[in-house]
């Protein structure tokens, strides 16, 4: 029991069963369903949110923060994609673009949670979220506005011709796989472990010699990285984007797949992204029935199972006199015990 | 001065002390209910939309008078609010962090209203519009202002008033201010801190009501008026500084000023762009707001 | 055994119109176990935090190791081997012991050896509590974790601020059997508002009152200074 702690030797993802069966699961599911177009879209867009929900789980599973913007990360990325596309770039080189735009973006977009925590810094999310949605209304020549850009082409594919549907949805499921990939490995990282350490206590973890700026900013990076190549596939996916398809709801939206599943868990966020996501698309004619339903979700997890399903209708254990949150007037970030 | 420059200054005027005398009802509100049991209520911009939406029920609707459709509404705010309250509220009292946990649960209420409102109201129509109070026009100097809309902003500030007597003078307000001010100590010296919480949250969303069906019986609204007052209550809020009713009213009125004079030379969405811009200002560098208690 | 570690130069903190510290002088020795002792609300936990660059000094300069530290931030300092304990218990309450440990370790530039490690945990005994989550450990466990968490860094000086607050009067007899041994290889300072610890621990004594240094000397001269015992220990407090 004395040897240092088993978590300082990381195992490899050489075999790791779990994401070897997800992997498989992820292109035979759309695969077996391309029968029923419209079924095998569904998958599509549901592993494109099993994305998003790994993106937002490394921030606000991971690193405590829950940032609201992260659909309008998104929609940057796709307005980027669709923009340079439809001036004669490749798909295959406006994806990295848009992904890249998005991640400076969210990492500057970042910067508040530097000084705001909590309910303050999810408030300034929530400001900067509504903010790049009004932009995304009012910068119509490269938006076309609360219209919205529709007949946004298919990726053409290096033999000539366009990405299949069929095609399309794989390319989504090994993206989807490789973001759960990368999430493990930084999660067993050294980088991880900083962000829980960021996430229990920042000041404690700065005064541990973590230099805590940087990594709340490199987590910011690499979540909007999730967020952005998410954007930037599903702008051709669906063909269609409006400020609607990236604002403060689909936020939300994916905040609660990730809080449903289970935040700080690697699968469950992916469970709760698989329950979720496909209810819209299935809801069809009653897609507003999906506002209600989450609202209602969001209640139960608050309410009944803050640990999301991972750890059922368990009440979490309450916080050790440790983080207490900080009312307004005595915000001061470097205030010490 | 012109006329025509008079009439522009006037009715500037008469639309800012109205959109002004809102805004500070509707943000005196949430920050009353923040201020005590910490809940930052995302939803009030929904409830300010149910008031109204009552409001045209039970007049376009039931055929009721505008005067008894208002205190019906108000006082129907009552019931409601404690059924919540007991269902949801009550549960966080105790709990250290819960400012995050009713952010996440008002979010949840605004989804669930919203998706209501959509598939009820959304369907009939997308413009409400409530018959006046009184009808007539005052002309002021060469301006000419429905009589309505004076009644309407007598009511608001009479409302803003009484709520200050109350805070100021009332056994519950003071005991509502030492709550602000120091829970503990509060507790210590005797003061029913769970009461204060309930009341609170029933006069908090009480007066959100009243600014949501004065909204309605001063102007035709649709339902996207929900979001942009949720946004704007919180700016004023964060800006006032959490938990200052005076703060929400100076700040109310002044963004009401600002909206009047930004409609008329730029687009909304500027006046939008700068309240958000102020208020994340405010969120980075002074967080206790202007007006800290 | 003669380097100085620690040099302090009028030292000043003001909160609003509060002084909170005024010129504060102050050198520590490397090895030398020093204690700050003054009442409450006299500014030690403020010192220790003008130190470590949780607040920033209004004026005055800091050198440690030789190198100018004034308001440099807490990372940085961690690095060159300056760390610091909390007045109140300060651990990743949700996590388990172990992780608590590696978290401490993962920027350490200076880390224990496994060996090192060990033996230390076994010292600290909490060796045995490695799978436990530290929130659920008692305040005497989580003080000892709190060690360990700074001693697998190899700092140059741990600042401990009340290192036996709230502790009974066994645990305190027990802690400072600890920190007796510990003072033997690295060089610490400690703060306590009561001579009680000090005492028994320290090569040298600061006493503070209302932010300002009032006495400086070996333990047996600050329990014999006139003034000390006028102004402070005729209170009662010893
Ligand atoms: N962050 C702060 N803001 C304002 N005043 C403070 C702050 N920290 C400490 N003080 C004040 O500075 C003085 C010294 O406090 P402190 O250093 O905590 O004393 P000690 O640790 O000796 O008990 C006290 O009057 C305290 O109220
Ligand atoms: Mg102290």
């Not at chain 1, 490749?90 to 925590?117: D, E, N, Q």
């Not at chain 2, 429905?146 to 709520?163: E, K, T």
């Not at chain 3, 490695?130 to 860094?153: I, N, P």
Request: charged share 10%; with cysteine; aromatic share 10%.
């Amino acid at each position: 029991m004395t040897a240092m702690p088993a978590e300082n030797t990381p195992r490899g993802l050489a075999v790791h069963w779990p994401l070897a069966a997800f992997t498989v699961a992820a292109v035979l599911v759309p695969t077996l369903l391309s029968g029923n177009r419209y079924l095998a879209f569904v998958a599509g867009m549901t592993l494109l949110h099993i994305l998003w929900a790994t993106g937002m789980n490394l921030l606000y599973g991971y690193t405590g923060l829950m940032p609201l913007m992260f659909a309008g990360l998104a929609g940057i990325s796709a307005y980027f994609v669709v923009n340079l596309t439809s001036i004669g770039w490749s798909f295959w080189l406006a994806l990295p673009v848009g992904t890249l735009a998005a991640s400076v973006a969210g990492t500057i977009l970042g910067l508040p949670s530097l000084r705001l925590k909590g309910f303050y810094f999810t408030l300034c999310s929530l400001v900067i979220q509504t903010v790049i949605t009004l932009g995304f209304v009012y910068f119509a020549s490269i938006t076309n506005g609360d219209t919205g850009i529709s007949q946004i082409p298919r990726p053409s594919i290096p033999g000539g011709g366009e990405l299949t549907g069929l095609g399309y949805e794989i390319v989504i499921a090994v993206m989807a796989a490789i973001g759960i990939a990368v999430l493990m490995l930084i999660v067993r990282s050294p980088f991880g472990r900083r962000l829980a350490a960021i996430r229990e206590d920042d000041g404690l973890a700065e005064t541990l010699g973590i230099n805590v700026t940087y990594q709340k900013l490199a987590a910011f990076f690499i979540g909007s990285l999730y967020a952005g190549v998410g954007g930037a596939l599903y702008a051709p996916y669906i063909g269609f984007i409006s400020p609607r398809s990236f604002d403060v709801l689909i936020s939300m939206n994916i905040w609660l797949m990730v809080a449903f599943g289970g935040r700080g868990t690697i699968w469950g966020p992916v469970f709760g992204a698989m329950l979720l996501a496909p209810i819209p698309f299935l809801l069809q004619d009653y897609y507003t029935v999906k506002d209600i339903l989450y609202g209602v979700l969001i209640i139960a997890v608050t309410i009944l199972m803050p640990g999301g399903l991972a750890s059922g209708f368990r009440r979490k254990v309450p916080k050790a006199a440790v983080a207490q949150d900080i009312p307004a007037r005595r915000l001061d970030p470097r205030r010490a015990a | 001065m012109s006329n025509a420059n008079l009439i522009i200054l006037l009715s500037t005027l008469s639309t800012g002390l109205i959109l002004g005398a809102i805004f500070a009802l509707v943000a005196a509100g949430v920050t009353i209910v923040y201020g005590s049991i910490w809940m930052p209520n995302a939803a009030n911009g929904q409830f300010f939309v149910l008031a109204a939406l009552f409001g045209w029920t039970m007049t376009v609707g039931w055929g009721l008078s505008p005067w008894v459709a208002a205190l019906l509404v108000i006082g129907l705010s009552v019931p409601l609010s404690y059924i919540l309250e007991i269902l949801l509220i009550r549960r966080f009292y105790d709990v250290p962090n819960r400012n995050i946990s009713y952010f996440v649960l008002s979010l949840g209420i605004t989804q669930i209203l919203a998706g209501i409102y959509a598939i009820t109201y959304g369907r009939w129509s997308d413009q409400f519009q409530l018959p006046p109070l009184v009808g007539g026009i005052t002309l002021i100097g060469p301006f000419p202002i429905a009589n309505n809309r004076l009644m309407v902003l007598a009511i608001a500030l009479a409302i803003l008033a009484a709520l200050f007597i109350l805070l100021r003078f009332h056994r519950y307000g003071r005991a509502l201010r030492a709550v602000f001010q120091n829970r503990e100590a509060a507790t210590l010296r005797g003061v029913n801190v769970r009461a204060i919480y309930s009341l609170s949250f029933i006069l908090g969303n009480a007066v959100i009501f009243a600014g949501g069906v004065l909204f309605a019986l001063a102007y035709s609204f649709d339902l996207t008026v929900a979001w942009t007052m949720a946004i704007t209550a919180f700016a004023i809020m964060i800006i006032g500084g959490p938990g200052s009713v005076l703060g929400a009213v100076v700040v109310g009125m002044v963004f009401g000023f600002t909206q009047a004079i930004v409609s008329i030379f730029a687009s909304p969405t500027i006046a939008a762009f700068s309240y958000l811009g102020a208020m994340l200002l405010i969120l980075l560098f002074k967080p206790s707001g202007v007006f800290a208690r | 055994m003669s380097d100085v570690l620690l040099d302090v130069r009028s030292l000043s903190k003001r909160f609003g119109g509060v002084v909170a510290l005024r010129s504060i002088d102050l050198t520590q020795y490397s090895g030398e176990t020093l204690g700050m002792i003054g009442p409450n609300g006299s500014g030690k936990t403020t010192f220790v935090n003008c130190i470590t660059g949780h607040l920033k000094p209004n004026s005055g300069s800091v050198g440690f190791s030789g190198r100018a530290i004034t308001a440099r931030k807490p990372f940085e300092l961690a690095r060159v081997g300056l760390t610091r304990t909390y007045q109140a218990v300060r651990i990743f309450g949700e996590l388990t012991v172990a992780e608590n440990i590696a978290i401490a370790m993962v920027d350490a530039v200076d880390p224990v050896s496994p060996e090192r490690y060990a033996e230390l945990a076994d010292w600290l005994r909490i060796a045995h509590r490695f799978q436990t989550q530290a929130g659920s450990l008692s305040l005497d466990e989580q003080r000892r974790l709190e060690l360990m968490m700074r001693l697998v860094q190899q700092p140059k000086l741990i600042m401990l601020d009340e290192p036996v607050g709230g502790l009974s009067s066994s645990e305190v007899r027990a802690m400072i059997a600890l920190l007796a041994e510990l003072k033997a290889h690295s060089t610490i300072f400690i703060i306590e508002h009561t001579m009680k610890v000090i005492r028994e621990l320290a090569d040298k004594v600061v006493v503070l009152l209302a932010g300002e240094k009032l006495a400086e000397g070996a333990p047996a001269e600050i329990l014999a200074d006139q003034r000390v015992i006028d102004r402070y220990l005729g209170g009662g407090d010893a």
